[in-house]
């Protein structure tokens, strides 16, 4: 799928000069760490509550839809590396509008994850020193990792590779006693067998959809890693690395540590919900300050949740200006760093943590809804490019890329009507219908400014 098959984004005529600081071990711990992130912590628990064991069956299907999307992305990424990712790929398949549409929604959405993630690492470090506030915490994580992402590219990718060791450390560790536990082989423990399981779908078909809703939105954050890779030593080696070992990081991170918990703990657990999952499975065998140990991992997750969407939306930001789809005056790169990128990312983020001081009620939870399944239009547009591009270079007969989608077109068609049935049950969910609603709002809007701006450009 070269670039001789279709225009290029501007972006890639021009040649970016942004610095190749990722190395091979950054771009692999990423992609590694960034599969597990504190909604697997914590937000897994209102999933296991509505769908009881069969929590498992609803982290199986949204993950067999994720392991496609990420396919089709790697596909895409190893053909044509940018930091725009996704937004450049759109933009090549369909048009600047596009482009301009799926970018700006999915910068919008980080800046404003950057400030829920600050949120509740604040929450944590004033729990632990009661007194502080949680402002201050927050604005302190902002300017350490705006200050990270401003000086060089490896700062980023060493603050994440060390996040990310210390999360991977912490899950595998937890697989490993829950297995042990239920083996019956733990000191001190008895093996609950299969008695937390006999009731596999408490909540009927409803749960379950419930919980598939929930498991969907807990992957989020997976397509970091084709935008890192832009800066890398060598992006098609490290995109084609990390999507082809998708399959096994999702079936053991998030499959196989739900299958732990529900098997150790009853679904139906108080703690699973006010405690989370994990520190309910450790109490439940006994281990000693678990609760401290996971908030400390949680609060790992949070910070390298922050650190990796303060990138993500700069490289965004960066790669919608310089191909023409955002404000000239965000453009300036130095020292190989898209510093007024990082600067009005980090600014948007912490506005919205003063939102959700000022205006909870209203502005703040306006804005949650609107970006609340803005990683569903995201994935519908890597399945449409993907379509096309494929297409495209097919007729062209060209070589193939580093990394193929399976069994193309099927299960490219298969992904996009799996996420027009996720879209579906969101319309019949009282609490994801306004977030399907608010989103598609901000999506239409995007499209039409998108539209507008790319006939305004062709006439001149």
């Known amino acids: 799928m070269p670039s001789t098959t279709t225009q290029a984004p501007q972006e890639q005529q021009q040649g970016v000069p942004l610095s190749s600081g990722l190395k091979q071990r950054h771009l692999s711990m990423i992609a590694l760490g960034g599969v597990i992130g504190a909604g697997l912590f914590v937000g897994s628990g209102a999933g296991i509550a509505a769908a009881g064991p069969s929590i498992v069956v609803a982290y199986t299907l949204s993950g067999l839809l994720v392991l496609l999307v990420m396919r089709m992305l790697g596909e895409l990424s190893s053909a044509y590396p940018s930091s725009g990712s996704f937004s450049a790929h759109a933009e090549?398949?369909?048009?600047?509008?596009?482009?301009?549409?799926?970018?700006?929604s999915f910068w919008v959405m980080q800046c404003t994850v950057?400030?829920?993630?600050?949120?509740?690492?604040?929450?944590?470090v004033s729990g632990w020193l009661p007194g502080t506030p949680q402002w201050a915490?927050?604005?302190?994580?902002?300017?350490?990792?705006?200050?990270?992402?401003?000086?060089?590219?490896?700062?980023?990718?060493?603050?994440?590779f060390w996040f990310a060791a210390l999360k991977v450390a912490a899950i595998c560790a937890f697989l490993l006693l829950g297995v042990l536990a239920i083996a019956g082989v733990l000191p001190g423990t008895d093996s609950p067998g299969a008695s937390h399981l006999t009731d596999f779908l408490p909540n009927g078909s409803q749960g379950l959809v419930l919980g598939l809703l929930a498991s969907v939105f807990a992957y989020g954050g997976l397509e970091t890693v084709t935008i890192a890779a832009a800066e890398s030593e060598d992006p098609v080696r490290g995109v084609a690395s990390a999507v082809r070992t998708t399959m096994w990081r999702i079936a053991l991170f998030y499959i196989g540590?739900?299958?732990?918990?529900?098997?150790?703990?009853?679904?139906?657990?108080?703690?699973?919900?006010?405690r989370g999952p994990y520190v309910a499975a450790l109490d439940s065998l006994g281990i000693p300050g678990a609760g401290r140990v996971m908030d400390v991992v949680v609060l790992a997750a949070l910070l390298s949740a922050m650190n990796a969407n303060i990138y993500g939306?700069?490289?965004?930001?960066?790669?919608?200006?310089?191909?023409g789809l955002g404000p000239k005056a965000l453009a300036k790169v130095s020292g190989g760093v898209p510093r007024i990128a990082v600067l009005v990312s980090s600014v948007f983020g912490f506005g919205c943590v003063l939102l959700s001081y000022w205006r909870p009620d209203d502005v703040f939870m306006w804005l949650l809804n609107m970006i609340g399944a803005v990683i569903l239009v995201v994935w519908i547009f890597v399945g449409v490019s993907q379509l096309l591009l494929r297409r495209r270079a097919e007729r062209a007969g060209e070589a193939p890329p580093a990394v193929r989608m399976w069994a193309f077109p099927w299960l490219t068609w298969a992904a996009l009507l799996g996420m027009v049935v996720i879209l579906a049950l969101m319309a019949e969910q009282p609490d994801t219908r306004v977030q399907l609603y608010s989103t598609g709002g901000l999506t239409l809007a995007l499209a039409a400014a998108g539209y507008v701006r790319q006939r305004a450009q062709a006439r001149h």
């Open 313 to 323: 939306s700069s490289r965004m930001l960066h790669s919608l200006v310089q191909r």
């Open 92 to 104: 090549r398949a369909i048009g600047p509008w596009a482009g301009f549409t799926v970018g700006w």
């Open 137 to 160: 915490w927050v604005a302190l994580f902002m300017l350490i990792f705006s200050g990270a992402n401003l000086t060089a590219v490896k700062n980023f990718g060493e603050f994440e």
């Open 114 to 124: 950057v400030g829920l993630e600050g949120i509740g690492a604040g929450k944590i």
């Open 257 to 274: 540590s739900m299958a732990v918990v529900v098997t150790l703990v009853p679904w139906d657990s108080k703690e699973v919900v006010e």
